[in-house]
T-cell receptor, first 116, second 115 residues
Framework: AQKITQTQPGMFVQEKEAVTLDCTYDTSDPSYGLFWYKQPSSGEMIFLIYQGSYDQQNATEGRYSLNFQKARKSANLVISASQLGDSAMYFCAMRGVNTNAGKSTFGDGTTLTVKP | DTEVTQTPKHLVMGMTNKKSLKCEQHMGHRAMYWYKQKAKKPPELMFVYSYEKLSINESVPSRFSPECPNSSLLNLHLHALQPEDSALYLC??????????????FGPGTRLTVL
C-alpha cells in the first residue's frame, strides 16, 4: 500500500520569502513517481513538479524545487520568492507502477497563505 | 493544446434527475480519470480508463456510470444521486497508466449540488 503524509494543514509565508511544504511517503513499490499539485480556490489542480524514485538530482521548475531525500522517504516542496498568487492548497502525490498502475495516492494537502 | 475541458462548470440537480458530466482532451493521452473531491480534502479516485477500456472502478455506487466513447472524450452519467454526492468532480488525463512519471493534467472541474 502507498501512503502520503502532509503534516502541515496550514502555512503562512511573507511575500518574497521562501517556504517549504513537507511531504513524507511510504511504499513497497521499487519504482515510483512523486508529484506536487497546486489547487487554487477556483478548483483546478495544477501540476507543479515531478521527481522519479531513481532520479539522482532534485527536480526544479522555475521557483519550485523538490528536496528529495530517498532514505528518509521525504519529498518536500520548496517555493522561492513567494507571490500572492501562490496562496492555494498544495497536494503531494505518488504513483507507483508495479502494484498500483493508474492510481495516484494524495496527501491531505497543505493550505498556503502568502501575506503581503 | 495542453488543456482538459469539462462541462458544465456548475450543476444543480434533484435526486430524481439524470444528468451527464463531460470531459475532453486533445493531447493524445490514453488514460483518463474521474475524481470526486469534497471541500478541503484530497481528490478521491473513482474510475480510470486506459485505452478506452475501464481499468479501475473504486467501488463506486452504480448511480455513477462512466463512459469513454473515444480516446478524447470521457463522460460521467449521473442518476438518482444523493445529497452527499455533492462535490467537485475532476477529470484528468495522462499519457498512459504504465509509466509512473506521467503527470496528470486536470480539468477545471464540475461543482455538483444535489438537492
Amino acid at each position: 500500500a502507498q501512503k502520503i503524509t502532509q503534516t502541515q494543514p496550514g502555512m503562512f509565508v511573507q511575500e518574497k520569502e521562501a517556504v517549504t511544504l513537507d511531504c513524507t511517503y511510504d511504499t513497497s513499490d521499487p519504482s515510483y513517481g512523486l508529484f506536487w499539485y497546486k489547487q487554487p480556490s477556483s478548483g483546478e489542480m495544477i501540476f507543479l513538479i515531478y521527481q522519479g524514485s531513481y532520479d539522482q538530482q532534485n527536480a526544479t521548475e522555475g521557483r519550485y524545487s523538490l528536496n528529495f531525500q530517498k532514505a528518509r522517504k521525504s519529498a518536500n516542496l520548496v517555493i522561492s520568492a513567494s507571490q500572492l498568487g501562490d496562496s492555494a492548497m498544495y497536494f503531494c502525490a505518488m504513483r507507483g507502477v508495479n502494484t498500483n498502475a493508474g492510481k495516484s495516492t494524495f496527501g491531505d494537502g497543505t493550505t498556503l497563505t502568502v501575506k503581503p | 493544446d495542453t488543456e482538459v475541458t469539462q462541462t458544465p462548470k456548475h450543476l444543480v440537480m434533484g435526486m430524481t434527475n439524470k444528468k451527464s458530466l463531460k470531459c475532453e482532451q486533445h493531447m493524445g493521452h490514453r488514460a483518463m480519470y474521474w475524481y470526486k473531491q469534497k471541500a478541503k480534502k484530497p481528490p478521491e479516485l473513482m474510475f480510470v480508463y486506459s485505452y478506452e477500456k475501464l481499468s479501475i472502478n473504486e467501488s463506486v455506487p452504480s448511480r455513477f456510470s462512466p463512459e469513454c466513447p473515444n480516446s478524447s472524450l470521457l463522460n460521467l452519467h449521473l442518476h438518482a444521486l444523493q445529497p452527499e454526492d455533492s462535490a467537485l468532480y475532476l477529470c484528468a488525463s495522462s499519457q498512459d497508466i504504465q509509466r509512473n512519471y506521467n503527470e496528470q493534467f486536470f480539468g477545471p472541474g464540475t461543482r455538483l449540488t444535489v438537492l
